[in-house]
DNA sequence: GCCAACGTTGGC
DNA sequence: GCCAACGTTGGC
């Protein structure tokens, strides 16, 4: 087992942690349980940076803080999970999707993305404010002055922590 | 609604 | 390849 566990590490195949913004105006935490199978495509990312975490990084199983930018109480409100790999995406395609790039074509996609399944809400927002209390998630894009990137890399650690607020009272 | 910070574009 | 102008993001 820890042989196995060993080799998961060495070849970079252990479950990932993300952050991914949404502003829940647009699309929520609870829009995407209403969704079949608790299931949508995480489509519109038009940043390079975000682009190739989903496209190179994301793996299915991978677990995804679930953020609410944009909005009165801007925060975590639960967990998601990647449900299917990087794929293209094909509302780059239609000029009459807000999403449309004329330089992605379907023989070479520009654009990808993927699935991203809900999981579990946490019992509260964990709130940005209430993050930048606490000094173990210091690290974390998100509180970064100016950091604009809606998909975002976080440790196992910040997760827990996270995971731990949003659980607690 | 303001505006700082950022990524992208395009002229040179 | 520089960099000014522009459009967008997103907290406040």
Redesign the pocket.
């Known amino acids: 087992m820890i042989i196995l566990t060993l080799c998961y590490e060495i070849l970079g195949m252990s479950k990932k942690y993300w952050l991914m913004?949404s502003?829940p105006d647009v699309f929520s935490f609870d829009d995407l349980k209403a969704r079949p199978g608790g299931t949508d495509h995480w489509d519109g990312v038009?940043?390079?940076?975000a682009r190739n975490f989903m496209r190179d990084e994301m793996k299915k199983h991978d677990l995804v803080l679930f953020?609410?930018?944009?909005?009165?109480e801007?925060g975590i409100a639960g967990i998601a999970e990647i449900s299917k790999e990087a794929y293209p995406d094909y509302t780059a395609y239609d000029p009459k999707s807000l999403y449309f790039d004329p330089?992605s074509a379907p023989d070479k996609p520009r654009w990808f993305m993927v699935d991203v399944k809900w999981v579990k809400p946490f019992r509260r927002t964990v709130t940005?404010?209430e993050m930048?209390r606490v000094p173990e998630l210091r690290g974390m894009k998100?509180l970064?002055?100016?950091?604009?990137?809606?998909i975002q890399p976080v440790t196992k650690e910040e997760f827990d922590e996270i995971c731990e607020m949003g659980m607690g009272e």
Do not use: A, I
């Open positions: 913004k502003e038009r940043n390079f940076q953020y609410h930018s944009n909005c009165k801007p330089l940005l404010k930048r998100v970064q002055r100016g950091q604009r990137l809606s």
